[in-house]
């Protein structure tokens, strides 16, 4: 059984800070990791994701990634009341293509 | 990026009725779709893996006679619901996995309302 844990919210950051969303997970032969982003009543959006240990950036989100502690972070840059958000961790295992998610963060920018 | 693409948006039925759920891959091949459902303020919950050509592999706790999934081509895949209930009332998503990368993406989901 696949677990992905997500710090638990919700995150208040204000405008213009960065947010930090952590992510933990017990498959250790996951390969693929993902962050989505879901509005309120909405499907999920991809962000980013990230396969190689160490850090990988895409405007003002980066992913970091550390195979060996199974940890996963997200970091939002310049948040902006649009980010208002739950991000949703999520894992591909090592034998099958099924994604696990985390419970998700709830992320609101304050203006 | 790639698309997936759900219909209908919204949908509602009658108690007892069947509805019918769409899922294509719009620019892409996809030979693994995944059916979720999410309840309000809660996580996305795996449904059943659907392979193209093959029976779907459903989640443990999930009625396979209730939720029937096809996936007749490349292209799409269909989630029915069989004799709704009004429990059943949720937001279904499906995704597709692309097949480079092992990147996969939503449809933009569907919200079933059983009256």
């Known amino acids: 059984q696949k677990e992905v844990e997500q710090n638990s919210g919700p995150l208040s950051v204000p405008e213009g800070a960065i947010a930090s969303l952590n992510c933990t997970y017990s498959d250790r032969g996951s390969q693929s990791f993902f962050w989505y982003r879901q509005y309120s009543g909405k499907s999920p959006e991809l962000i980013m994701f990230?396969?190689?240990?160490g850090d990988k950036e895409d405007g003002r989100f980066t992913a970091q990634l550390n195979k060996a502690s199974q940890y996963v972070s997200l970091l939002i840059r310049d948040s902006q009341p649009s980010d208002s958000a739950t991000y949703l961790c999520a894992v591909i295992g090592g034998d099958d293509y099924k994604l696990s998610f985390g419970a998700g963060t709830t992320v609101t920018v304050r203006a | 990026g790639a698309v997936v693409s759900q219909h209908p948006s919204r949908v509602i039925c009658k108690s007892g009725t069947s509805v019918k759920i769409e899922c294509r891959s719009l620019d892409f091949q996809a030979t693994t779709m995944f059916w979720y459902r999410q309840f309000p303020k809660q996580s996305l919950m795996l449904m059943a893996t659907?392979?193209?050509?093959?029976?779907?592999?459903?989640e443990q706790g999930v009625e396979k006679d209730k939720f029937l999934i096809n996936h007749a081509s490349l292209t799409l895949s269909t989630l029915t619901v069989t004799s709704a209930h009004p429990e059943d009332s949720s937001f279904y998503i499906c995704?597709?996995?692309?097949?480079?990368?092992?990147?996969?993406?939503f449809g933009e989901g569907s919200w079933l309302t059983v009256v």
């Open positions: 995704s597709a996995e692309t097949g480079s990368g092992n990147t996969i993406y």
């Open positions: 990230i396969y190689s240990n």
């Open positions: 659907s392979n193209e050509g093959s029976k779907a592999t459903y």
